[in-house]
T-cell receptor, first 113, second 113 residues
Framework: DTEVTQTPKHLVMGMTNKKSLKCEQH?????MYWYKQKAKKPPELMFV???????INESVPSRFSPECPNSSLLNLHLHALQPEDSALYLC????????????FGDGTRLSIL | QKEVEQNSGPLSVPEGAIASLNCTYS??????FFWYRQYSGKSPELIMF????GDKEDGRFTAQLNKASQYVSLLIRDSQPSDSATYLC?????????????FGAGTQVVVTP
């Protein structure tokens, strides 16, 4: 079990649907991250939040919309996704945005029909 | 182009032997170095991190860092079948890119009984 909790574990959605991924941590970490991982590839950074403010957006398409309602929660809102967006979406957290280790959640496996 | 390179493997290791994994990086300003273990279909799990030149030991794992030669390695002693996984090397950049981890492609390790 990890200390970063992601829900749902699996999600299947159509290209016209709107859904959200949720991530929660109670370690008091002040930096949270979204990554996308395709099969047999390393994780790719999407967004970084530091102290609840968006710090890094790695030129992610606008159909992905992150939100950090408070220091423990991170959401990723999905709309009008494409089949190539099917992947494992990973949330991570660290004490701060710096050199500290990042701890990953179990991920949400997303399939776009 | 900042790069992190790993041998993709598979690295076949007899049970009880030492597995040696290597990782090289191109950005001399890199300050933090992490090893993650990822089982098939699961999320990455942090197993070691190192910041300073030299060795760092934790149980059966030893991380070694040589900044002058720009490589970091991971030794797994007394390898067990449960160590069979993909090992990802991740490198944290200098201050102006804190929070961004550059991942290698991963080395698949197979421990044979």
């Amino acid at each position: 079990d990890t200390e970063v909790t992601q829900t749902p574990k699996h999600l299947v959605m159509g290209m016209t649907n709107k859904k959200s991924l949720k991530c929660e941590q109670h370690m008091g970490h002040r930096a949270m991250y979204w990554y996308k991982q395709k099969a047999k590839k390393p994780p790719e950074l999407m967004f970084v939040y530091s102290y609840e403010k968006l710090s890094i957006n790695e030129s992610v398409p606008s159909r992905f919309s992150p939100e950090c309602p408070n220091s423990s929660l991170l959401n990723l809102h999905l709309h009008a996704l494409q089949p190539e967006d099917s992947a494992l979406y990973l949330c991570a957290s660290s004490q701060a945005q710096g050199n500290q280790p990042q701890h990953f959640g179990d991920g949400t496996r997303l399939s776009i029909l | 182009q900042k790069e992190v390179e790993q041998n993709s493997g598979p690295l076949s290791v007899p049970e009880g032997a030492i597995a040696s994994l290597n990782c090289t990086y191109s950005d001399r300003g890199s300050q933090s170095f992490f090893w993650y273990r990822q089982y098939s279909g699961k999320s990455p799990e942090l197993i070691m991190f190192i910041y300073s030149n030299g060795d760092k030991e934790d149980g059966r794992f030893t991380a070694q860092l040589n900044k002058a030669s720009q490589y970091v390695s991971l030794l797994i002693r007394d390898s067990q079948p449960s160590d069979s996984a993909t090992y990802l090397c991740a490198v944290g950049g200098p201050t102006d890119s804190w929070g961004k981890l550059q991942f290698g492609a991963g080395t698949q390790v197979v421990v044979t009984p």
